[in-house]
């Protein structure tokens, strides 16, 4: 059985047909307060911005302190144009393994484990507790792969998605002023102009507990070299009105969003 056709069995095309609101509220994923991951720590930790679809992505890497051969791989993401975006990313996390997923043994997390709006679970082995868990949460997507990790994929899933379930809804995201596009536009106008080819510096970003992000449909955002901190915008040759996106993010899943135009001349 293809994974498509068991993910329609299991209602994933109805869903399709649904919408759900978005995440409202942010969350961050601490270890140590969830009953499931207190004997857990997280070694590794990265976070980047998928374009396609829209989505901030956080990986991280818990380990056992006591018995180090028992880790969980967590992926959290929140899909910045909604629902459907969420559902087709976990369509790709559950078709992204090398070794063959033992179909037969897939369950849906909302019938088998009672958590999700939508999610599968299975084990390696084909029998047992689940070695591999997805599911979505309005907007959200979790992940959860585990080695020697016993009930905790499940635990950890319904602890997670109990606190998604409960955080505040919106219906729609909206911009966020950030200090970088309002001193620039405080130096260069309201609408900066630049041209063909040309370089606009855009100011210093401070990361510390934030990370940026930069998305252009003409040109690219990048680093000054030999200043990490300092970030310029490169202008293709395609003339007339552009912008730039900034999305930053703390320690939790849900980013900001700022949007900058200008003129490309």
């Known amino acids: 059985m293809p994974m498509k056709e068991l993910f329609t069995r299991l209602g994933y095309d109805e869903l399709l ?6 995440l409202g509220e942010n969350y961050v994923l601490d270890p140590a307060s969830l009953s ?5 720590k997280a070694v590794h930790e990265s976070v980047f911005l998928r374009e396609n679809p829209l989505a901030l992505v956080r990986q991280i890497h818990l380990q056992n302190a006591s018995k180090p051969h028992t880790s969980l791989n967590v992926t959290l993401a ?14 790709r996390f559950a078709g992204s393994f090398e070794r063959a ?29 689940p070695d591999i868990l997805a599911f979505v949460r309005n907007n959200a997507l979790v992940g959860i792969r585990a080695h020697d990790g016993a009930q905790t994929p499940v635990l950890l899933g319904r602890e997670v998605d109990t606190a998604l379930r409960t955080r505040k809804t919106t219906d ?18 309201e609408i900066p102009r630049v041209p063909s080819t040309g370089k606009l510096p855009l100011g210093t970003l401070s990361e510390g507990a934030f990370k940026f992000f930069f998305l252009s449909a003409s040109g690219s ?16 040759t395609q003339k007339g009105r552009q912008e730039i996106t900034l999305y930053w993010s703390d320690a939790g899943i849900l980013p900001k969003r700022d949007r900058l135009n200008l003129d490309v001349i």
């Open 17 to 22: 047909k649904q919408e759900r609101p978005l």
């Open 36 to 40: 499931s991951t207190k004997d857990f």
């Open 78 to 91: 929140v899909c910045w144009n909604g629902f459907h975006d969420a559902l087709a990313l976990l369509f």
């Open 101 to 129: 997923v033992p179909l037969v043994s897939v369950v849906s997390t909302m019938v088998a484990h009672e958590f999700g709006d939508f999610g599968v679970a299975w084990p390696w082995s084909g029998k047992g507790d």
């Open 172 to 189: 729609r995201y909206s911009d966020t002023a950030h200090e970088l596009f309002t001193e620039l536009k405080k130096r260069q106008g």
């Open 221 to 236: 955002v990048n680093r000054e070299a030999g200043r990490a901190q300092s970030w310029y915008y490169r202008a293709g």
